[in-house]
C-alpha cells in the first residue's frame, strides 16, 4: 500500500484491509495517538458516537488491540503494534479452525444423509454417468484423485511410456495405496522400451507384466470406476472418459483377467 500524507488515514487503511471495521480502526489509532484513554475520550478522539464506542472498545479487547484497566471510569489502553498483530493474528486463526472444524462436521452430516437418501431413491445405484476430458495434465490428475481414494484393488493396461508418465507423476500414491492393502496389476505394451529405474520403482508396489497387445489405456478402480484414456488426431492431445459402473467394470475387468493370463513376466 502506497503511503498517505497522513499518516492516520494511512494506517486505519491498513487495519480495515486486516479485516477491522472502521469504527474499531479508527479508535485503535487513535488511543495510539493519545495513550491510555476513557471511553469518552477515545470518542472524542476517535470522532465516534459516544453510544457506539464501548461496543468497539470491548471487540477490540477480544481482538487483541486494547487493554481495559477496572475502574470509574474504566479506562482503555493500547497494546503494543507488534503484539498486537500477533494475538490478532491468533484470533483469526482460532476464527478460521473453528469454521473448518464446523465444515467437516456438516460434510459428515452431508455425507451421512447422502448415503441414507440415495439407498431410498430407486435406480440411483444403477445409473453410470460418463464424464469426458481433454488435456493430459488435468487427465492425470484426475487419475491421482481417484488412485487416492482406492481401497481395494488398481489394474491398468497400458502402455510403457503412458504408465512412466503415470508413475513418475503418483509413485507416491501409488506407494501409498499399496501400504494400506491396494492390489495393483499393471500389463505393459511389449513393443516399447521399458525405463528400468521406473520399472524397479514400481516393482516395489505393483505386480508388473508384459503383453503383446495392448491397444488402448484403461485403469480399473475398485469393482466400479473406469478411466480410458487415447489420443486423439492431433497426437498431442488426448481424452480421457471416466464412469462408474460395475457392469463395465466386469466386462473390462474380465479382458483384463484373459490378458494377464497370456501375459509374461517382466524380463529379469
Not at 8 to 24: A, P, R, V
Not at 77 to 90: H, L, S
Not at 229 to 252: C, H, I, N, W
Request: glycine content about 4%.
Amino acid at each position: 500500500m502506497e503511503n498517505d500524507t497522513n499518516p492516520t488515514t494511512s494506517l486505519i487503511s491498513y487495519l480495515k484491509e486486516l479485516g477491522l471495521s472502521e469504527y474499531q480502526s479508527s479508535a485503535y489509532i487513535a488511543l495510539l495517538r493519545r495513550g491510555t484513554s476513557t471511553a469518552k475520550q477515545a470518542s472524542t478522539e476517535a470522532d465516534i458516537p459516544q453510544s457506539r464506542i464501548y461496543g468497539v472498545l470491548e471487540k477490540l479487547e477480544g481482538q487483541g488491540f486494547v487493554t481495559i484497566q477496572p475502574g470509574r471510569p474504566k479506562k482503555y489502553g493500547p497494546v503494543d503494534p507488534e503484539r498486537a498483530i500477533a494475538q490478532y493474528t491468533r484470533h483469526k486463526r482460532a476464527q478460521f479452525d473453528e469454521r473448518i472444524n464446523e465444515v467437516e462436521k456438516l460434510g459428515s452430516e452431508f455425507l451421512e444423509e447422502t448415503s441414507s437418501a440415495l439407498s431410498r431413491w430407486k435406480g440411483s445405484d444403477e445409473m453410470d454417468i460418463g464424464w469426458s476430458y481433454s488435456e493430459k495434465e488435468h487427465i492425470r490428475e484426475l487419475m491421482r484423485e481417484i488412485c487416492e481414494r482406492t481401497e481395494s484393488e488398481i489394474r491398468m493396461m497400458t502402455t510403457a511410456y503412458s504408465f512412466r508418465r503415470l508413475a513418475n507423476h503418483h509413485k507416491e500414491s501409488f506407494a501409498d495405496r499399496a501400504n494400506e492393502g491396494v492390489d495393483i496389476q499393471i500389463l505393459l505394451a511389449s513393443d516399447e522400451p521399458l525405463n528400468d529405474a521406473v520399472i524397479n520403482t514400481a516393482s516395489e508396489w505393483a505386480d508388473i507384466r508384459m503383453a503383446e497387445s495392448v491397444e488402448g489405456k484403461i485403469y480399473l478402480y475398485d469393482n466400479e470406476e473406469i478411466v480410458l484414456a487415447y489420443r486423439t488426431e492431433d497426437e498431442d492431445k488426448y481424452v480421457g472418459f471416466t464412469t462408474r459402473s460395475p457392469y463395465l467394470y466386469q466386462t473390462l475387468s474380465h479382458l483384463f483377467d484373459l490378458l494377464w493370463e497370456q501375459s509374461s513376466p517382466l524380463p529379469a
